[in-house]
């Protein structure tokens, strides 16, 4: 039995992750940020832990981190979101753009230092980023230049951050989940949540050292910086 942290688990991939965990006799401590939220996780998986805290909240998350004392094996930071309206490089709602850069790119990052010495306690820790695809720089296509750019963001921080924790034998990996019918999906995306998620948990559960610094999607496929 493993330790997971899910940052984001209000609903869609992240709520899904709790609830396959906790199904299956993993230990789950998951975060969401309303008690609609908090309702919603504990219907899904009612033995889960639960902590409160806004990604863009930075003392909110150190607290909630204070709550929890036993070692992180995974800590999934999943939670997310797709931006304003206006996002093309021609017409950019920026006050938006900057908010989103705050939970997609450095939310994740708060999450991660504030959890950080309880996952280096684990005797195989690991840390999973939910990026995407569209935050490739080898990708094309010109849609939703905030997103991508937060996602790209994200990226960078991956490996930063693999690379500063490869000593520690923390493994850090950015994840592509697919295109996932969930809020943010919407309902013509390709793949079903718990297949998503089923393929997340499998890789989790499979990666080591020689994996880290990784950009693989939910099939473990590799994709290109
Ligand atoms: N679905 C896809 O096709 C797809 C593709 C590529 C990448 N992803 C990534 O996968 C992750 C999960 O996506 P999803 O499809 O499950 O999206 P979703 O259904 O929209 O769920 C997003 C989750 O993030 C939480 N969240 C958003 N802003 C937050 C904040 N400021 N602080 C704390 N929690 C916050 C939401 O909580 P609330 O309920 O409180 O808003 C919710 O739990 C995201 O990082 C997303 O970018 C998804």
Redesign the pocket.
């Known amino acids: 039995m493993s330790h997971w942290l899910i940052?984001?688990?209000?609903?869609?991939?992240?709520?899904e992750a709790a609830r396959q965990l906790a199904a299956r006799g993993e230990r789950v401590t998951a975060?969401?940020?309303?008690a609609?939220?908090l309702a919603a996780l504990k219907a899904a998986a009612p033995q889960a832990n639960t902590l409160q805290?806004?990604?863009?909240d930075e003392l909110a998350i150190r607290a909630a981190a204070e709550q929890v004392l036993d070692p992180i094996d995974v800590l999934i930071a999943?939670?997310?979101?797709?931006g304003p309206q206006r996002q093309s490089s021609l017409d950019m709602d920026f006050e938006g753009a900057l908010d989103l850069l705050s939970?997609?790119t450095l939310?994740p990052l708060r999450v991660v230092q504030a959890f950080l010495p309880l996952v280096k306690r684990s005797a195989r820790p690991r840390i999973i980023m939910?990026?995407?695809?569209?935050g490739s720089m080898s990708l094309d296509g010109t849609s939703n230049v905030a997103y991508r750019v937060s996602?790209a963001g994200l990226n960078k921080i991956a490996q930063c951050l693999a690379a500063d924790l490869k000593d520690d034998g923390v493994v850090v990996v950015a994840m592509?989940?697919?295109?996932?019918r969930?809020?943010?999906?919407g309902p013509n995306?390709t793949?079903d949540?718990g297949d998503s998620v089923a393929g997340i948990i499998q890789i989790a559960e499979s990666l080591t050292l020689a994996d880290t610094r990784r950009y693989l999607d939910y099939r473990g496929e590799d994709i290109p910086w």
């Open positions: 940052a984001g688990a209000s609903r869609g991939i992240g709520l975060s969401v940020r309303s609609a939220g805290f806004d990604v863009r999943n939670a997310g979101a797709y939970v997609n939310g939910m990026t995407s695809r569209l996602k592509h989940p697919g295109r996932v969930t809020e943010m999906g995306a793949l949540v």
